[in-house]
């Protein structure tokens, strides 16, 4: 009992320590790679409208034109203008919902073409402190989605020397988490009964996989369903692809959408879900990975016996038919 007792304290300790890393290095990626990110941002967004600029004022002519004419079709688009003065700025705001909806729809999101030139409060930012956070708990468990990566050189060195440490620190904890599943393997399997059959493993396996299929599984998965707009078998998919750190970068987890966006401080407690059931999901991932390996192991280790007794068997079968034929 004492010796379980220092392992939760040295389990708490190690969970703390990681914590704090994690934080700390969030702090220092938000201050290497949140300024560039917005200046970047702020110089795509102007360039964008300075580009399409003459293109807009075109199609808001004609807009405006377009509706005066059904509204009085005698009137021409200068007398538009003095007797509908609401009608140019309603035909600006219509136009910049419009391409704000078709860059949407191409996948750009970061900012939005109607904010003012001198504005960054539309910009939409990976590299807040909810994102680098995010950033930081997929670098050390080794996912690595890939929809968050430093762009300045001093982000990318700086990654090369937290993940030297960080991945280290997350495998002591994942092992230490991992002899904490096999204590509740082998409790609930002196619970099912102490004789040691093969009914009594195959019971304690099935409670076992049942109990962490349903907290791993099915209670996150409105998440995965309402939020991420995945359906069950995409959503399973997912799980095992992150659990199993392959991280293939095509589905990740995302905020809500762009209509009801997360605040900071939600996307930050996200994240923070996010680390401890990625952390607790890995640990048992790797036992289950390790099960499976020790029982390909002995079963490939059985059939080597089985094909050795065979072996045996052919060449003592072999000796006695040329015993048999020389006595001849």
């Not at 290497?32 to 002519?61: M, S, V």
């Not at 391409?99 to 996948?107: A, D, E, P, V």
Request: hydrophobic share 45%; glycine share 6%.
């Amino acid at each position: 009992m004492r010796l379980l007792s220092n392992k939760r304290f040295h389990g708490l300790l190690l969970f703390l320590i990681a914590n704090v890393y994690l934080i700390l290095g969030a702090v220092v990626f938000r201050s290497l790679e949140l300024n560039p990110e917005k200046q970047t941002l702020y110089n795509e967004r102007n360039n964008f409208k300075q580009a399409f600029t003459e293109i807009l004022e075109d199609y808001r002519e004609r807009l405006i034109h377009t509706a005066c004419r059904k509204l009085q079709p005698s009137v021409d688009y200068d007398d538009c203008q003095k007797h509908f003065p609401a009608m140019n700025e309603t035909a600006e705001s219509l136009l910049y919902q419009n391409l704000n909806t078709l860059l949407r729809r191409l996948g750009i999101t970061n900012f939005n073409v109607a904010a003012n030139e001198n504005s960054t409060a539309d910009l939409k930012l990976n590299w807040d402190f909810a994102g680098a956070l995010y950033f930081t708990i997929t670098t050390v468990t080794t996912i690595g989605y890939g929809n968050i990566t430093p762009n300045t050189i001093a982000g990318k060195m700086l990654t090369v020397f937290y993940c030297i440490f960080g991945i280290p620190l997350t495998l002591c904890l994942l092992a230490l988490l991992g002899e904490y599943h096999t204590h509740i393997f082998k409790s609930i399997g002196r619970l099912v009964g102490r004789q040691n059959t093969q009914s009594r493993k195959v019971v304690t396996v099935a409670i076992v996989v049942g109990m962490y299929f349903f907290i791993f599984v099915v209670i996150p998965m409105p998440y995965f369903t309402y939020v991420m707009k995945l359906d069950w078998c995409t959503a399973f998919y997912f799980i095992v692809v992150s659990l199993s750190t392959i991280g293939y970068g095509d589905i990740y987890p995302i905020d809500p959408s762009d209509e009801n966006p997360l605040n900071l401080f939600q996307r930050t407690f996200y994240n923070g879900c996010l680390w401890i059931y990625i952390v607790f999901g890995l640990s048992l991932f790797a036992n289950l990975i390790g099960y499976i390996q020790s029982y390909i192991q002995k079963l490939y280790a059985a059939i080597g016996e089985i094909a050795k007794k065979e072996h045996h068997q052919s060449q003592e079968f072999k000796t006695e038919v040329h015993d048999t034929s020389f006595a001849k």
